[in-house]
């Protein structure tokens, strides 16, 4: 352009054939700007339309609920499951995607659907629901069915763009009531025109000059495309322009077919929060609340009205406008012959239908899609994931990441007050498996952004002291019963240095057995007991439990000062908590291809890391935490017949506060602190445990009861003394050890100062915590 | 008191010149299981309930046996491993699942799976028969 201008101004105009060459120069190089321009144009809409279009992001599943009998489960949790999976609840017939509720009875018609390459045929279900829990379960015909799984829950899809997301639809996913009505409606002439409606700009051109400005479109379907692709919305007549060009060139390249698929998948209908709602499969859920096909005429036709303005027609906070528009959008759709008048007259009276917008249930999983991809980018890439049209079905349980994301959420605002800013995370595995099934990496659940889960490299603290008691247990040289100083001890160091750890609590305690030292996190015998044993036996455990403590090993590592994150924690603890066998962490079960082959399959595979006898009884200890040590607090919240196994962790100066604990098949690792590392002024007792046993207390927790394994002699021992007593002793633990380390019999439950005199200590101890 | 301690430290420090740091099961059942009774308030006893497996899993398992009898071990595994998110302190479906795997020719998760198998059979003799012919 500036060559051009610089021409005109050397115009010499005597010279008349230098004048001539000028305008011929000129009008070339015109010419070639805007061979250039449209070429420009062309490009980028070519390259949008099939970077977008036919893109197949991954589609990404939570692990499907399993029905049978015998199985926990109330009927609201039932009842929102299926509502959270899109089925209508009626009081009369069911089809497919309905349910109904008869007291205590749910019946609803399972969808057919297809789990990791295994078709799944639609299933009319009677769930008969009791006291909590699945009483029966039988078909439409009253058989006994005794397994049967809900369709998967479709928790994202992975898109190159984060604050944008959508549900890809293939061309037998759109009702061609909806397609006809978008013709109807928007761009009558869609199947005639080449991407350019001339006769409707006319009309929209001679409406503008009626109301002074630009006020009317008339733009077509592809125009709209077009549009939506490069969000520009100034009107101007530039952007107009460039609009129909493009409009033009993907008429060219496309079947129409294509452009409305196209269409459907992209066009911008509302607002999530921070998160555009694009496309109508997506909007058909954030609207109803259920698949795009099951959709009725009224509420096509409101999705058809919002098309205009997704803001302004939108039907939660402008009902009457919406109902309006879709009165008008109904009216056309007669009008164009798609539906008869009875049945315009029937949608128009019908209410407007959208579900209120419940964050359990649009829910957005940042953080555990964030482990899906970490654990997918090991076998795949970017662009695999992005467009290849995957499935990827994974562990989560819908159900227990908003447990758990409720109670980070909840608790830290009840903690906050009066500290520096909380943040926190959550992980929740079945440790048998070693399936996630909820990940919360802070407290704004919805969004994108650091994940404390996987990233938080924070001082473990009194956490890791269980790695120092199974090393201990392991070395044959100490069981649950050994006594162990609680005494001030000081270290020299290599370099000349020296080390005098404390008590949380200042004080010292004499002589303590393990379990005691153990359930109330004494430092100074967790000390006394790792020098004995060695640090090299310590970090030989870390290591086989998949951490290594790098470089020189120092004293403090029995204390926990190493940093890990909380996923590490969950590693660690899983391994205790399933038995010693060390089962890498999975978040994905298995990989579909677009035609439905199985690439990968990431089966269970296990590996024994450690003694089953001395796993055991660590285990053991870690019950007597909640029973009498620093898991009182957590305890308490817990319903009295629930035996679970944790571990408090604090680091220096109060700045982190962690909680890691089990009950049989689910594992809870929770860790509250400061982003900027601030001191919190909450123990892992006082803080993390908060969070901890209220995820506990919302799954579906079983006892921690597994039977002992052989070699084990399982046995109540006195908590203070380590001799061996009956179980009705007021001070009596169950632990376990091998034959030979069985302690002698006590004569009675313990001598009766000891009794009286450590009660009233651990009854100070609780209160003073 | 004292000589109570005296005996516990004497017996504690006596276990540990005889046991080994690493140990297997022996084929003894442990003899001294936790007795059903009633305790303290504030220490529930563990309730070790060896739990038949529920129908779910027995169809899972029925489904598993049928895969890997045509061959299809990566769908007789994928049902195990179902049935074990239902029922996963099941010896029964860690042994069986162990069998998939050295059917399907991986020697080492099936010896690991046997292993786990043994920490959960208790006083089952055949579970324990089968995991010996795979370790």
């Known amino acids: ?769 | 008191m004292k000589t109570w301690l005296g005996a516990a430290l004497l017996c504690a420090a006596a276990a540990g010149c005889t046991t080994s740091p690493y140990r297997f099961p022996s084929p003894q059942p442990s003899s001294r299981a936790p007795s059903p009774q009633p305790s303290s308030p504030s220490s529930p006893r563990p309730e070790v309930q060896e739990r038949e497996p529920s129908p779910a899993s027995v169809a899972l398992l029925e489904r598993s046996r049928a895969d890997r009898d045509a061959g299809d071990y990566a769908a007789a595994a994928a049902s195990l491993e179902r049935a074990l998110r239902i029922d996963p302190n099941n010896a029964l479906l860690w042994i069986e699942l162990a069998e998939v795997k050295a059917a399907d020719g991986d020697r080492d998760q099936a010896r690991q799976m046997a292993r786990k198998a043994l920490t959960l059979a208790g006083s089952d003799g055949s579970i324990e028969a089968r995991a010996r012919r795979l370790l």
């Open chain 1, 1 to 769: 352009m500036r060559r051009l201008s610089d021409t005109v101004e050397r115009i010499d105009p005597p010279r008349y054939p230098a004048l001539k060459r000028y305008i011929l120069y000129g009008t070339a190089a015109v010419l070639l700007a805007f061979a250039g321009y449209a070429g420009w144009l062309m490009w980028r809409i070519t390259t949008e339309f099939d970077d977008r279009a036919w893109d197949l992001p991954a589609q990404v599943y939570a692990s499907p609920l399993e029905l049978y009998e015998g199985r926990r489960l109330g009927i609201e949790d039932l009842q929102l499951e299926l509502q959270r999976l899109g089925y209508g609840p009626v009081a009369g017939r069911l089809g497919p995607g309905f349910f109904r509720r008869d007291g205590g009875t749910i019946s609803l018609w399972r969808r057919a659907f297809v789990y990791d390459g295994r078709p799944v045929p639609e299933q009319l279900l009677r769930v008969e629901l009791a006291g909590g829990r699945v009483e029966s379960l039988e078909d439409g015909d009253g058989g006994p069915v005794a397994i049967a799984e809900l369709e998967p829950l479709l928790i994202g899809s992975i898109f190159p763009t984060h604050g944008e997301d959508r549900i890809i639809l293939a061309p037998d996913e759109v009702p061609e009531l909806l397609t006809e009505a978008l013709k109807a409606v928007e761009d009558r002439r869609f199947e005639e025109h080449m991407g350019v409606d001339v006769r409707a700009i006319a009309r929209a051109a001679l409406a503008n000059l009626r109301a002074g400005g630009i006020s009317q479109g008339g733009s077509t379907l592809t125009m709209q495309l077009v549009r939506s692709y490069f969000l520009t919305n100034a009107q101007t007549f530039n952007r107009k322009f460039r609009e129909a060009l493009m409009a033009l060139v993907l008429e060219l390249r496309h079947s129409k077919d294509e452009i409305m698929l196209a269409y459907v998948n992209e066009i911008y209908l509302g607002q999530n929060g921070g998160r555009a709602v694009h496309g109508f499969g997506l909007a058909s859920r954030f609207y109803f609340g259920k698949p795009l096909v099951e959709l009725d005429v009224h509420e096509i036709a409101l999705l058809v009205a919002i098309v205009r303005g997704p803001s302004y027609y939108d039907p939660r906070r402008n009902p009457e406008r919406a109902l309006a528009r879709r009165a008008l959008v109904l009216e056309q759709m007669r009008a164009a012959g798609l539906i008869d008048e009875q049945t315009a007259t029937a949608a128009a009276e019908r209410d407007i239908g959208v579900v209120t917008p419940d964050s359990r249930r649009t829910a957005y999983y940042p953080a555990f899609m964030d482990l899906v991809r970490r654990q997918l980018r090991r076998d795949y890439d970017d662009e695999d994931l992005e467009q290849r049209g995957l499935t990827i079905y994974t562990t989560m349980q819908p159900a227990v990441q908003a447990a758990a994301e409720e109670a980070l959420v909840e608790e830290l605002e009840r903690l906050q007050p009066g500290r520096p800013e909380l943040d926190g995370a959550v992980v929740v595995t079945n440790p048998h498996t070693a399936e996630v099934l909820a990940l919360v990496g802070g407290r704004r659940t919805g969004f994108d952004g650091f994940n404390r889960a996987l990233d938080a490299r924070r001082q473990a603290g009194s956490l890791i002291k269980p790695v120092v008691y199974l090393a201990a247990l392991e070395s044959g040289r100490h069981s649950l019963a050994t006594h162990i100083d609680d005494e001030p001890i000081t270290v020299e160091l290599d370099d000349g240095r020296t080390w005098s750890p404390k008590n949380i609590d200042g004080e010292t305690h004499g002589q303590v057995t393990a379990v005691r030292a153990l359930a109330e996190s004494l430092n100074l015998a967790t000390v006394h007991l790792g020098l004995d044993v060695g640090l090299e036996r310590v970090a030989d455990v870390f290591e086989r439990f998949g951490i290594e403590p790098r470089g020189r090993l120092y004293p403090s590592l029995l204390l926990g000062a190493v940093e890990l994150t909380p996923i590490d924690v969950t590693q660690v603890y899983n391994t205790l908590a399933n038995g010693g066998f060390r089962v890498p962490l999975r978040a994905v079960r298995a990989v579909v291809d677009g035609q439905g082959r199985t690439l990968q399959r990431y089966a269970l595979a296990i590996r024994q890391v450690a003694d089953p006898v001395s796993i055991y009884a660590l285990n053991q200890a870690l019950v007597q935490v909640m029973e009498r040590g620093t898991g009182v607090q957590a305890r308490r919240l817990l319903p009295a017949a629930l035996r679970t196994a944790g571990k408090t962790g604090t680091s220096d100066d109060l700045r982190d506060s962690w909680f890691a604990g089990f009950a049989d098949g689910h594992l809870v690792v929770t860790w509250v602190g400061n982003d900027g590392n601030a001191a919190v002024n909450l123990t892992g007792g006082t803080g993390a445990s908060q969070v901890w046993a209220r995820v506990m207390r919302s799954v579906d927790a079983r006892s921690y009861a597994p039977p002992p394994p052989a070699g084990a002699e399982a046995l109540w021992i006195d908590y203070r003394t380590g001799l061996a007593t009956d179980s009705d002793c007021p001070e009596a633990v169950f632990v376990a050890m091998t034959a030979p380390e069985v302690p002698p019999k006590a004569v009675a439950c313990g001598s009766t100062t000891t009794r009286i005199g450590s009660r009233i200590r651990q009854w100070f101890r609780n209160r003073l915590q």
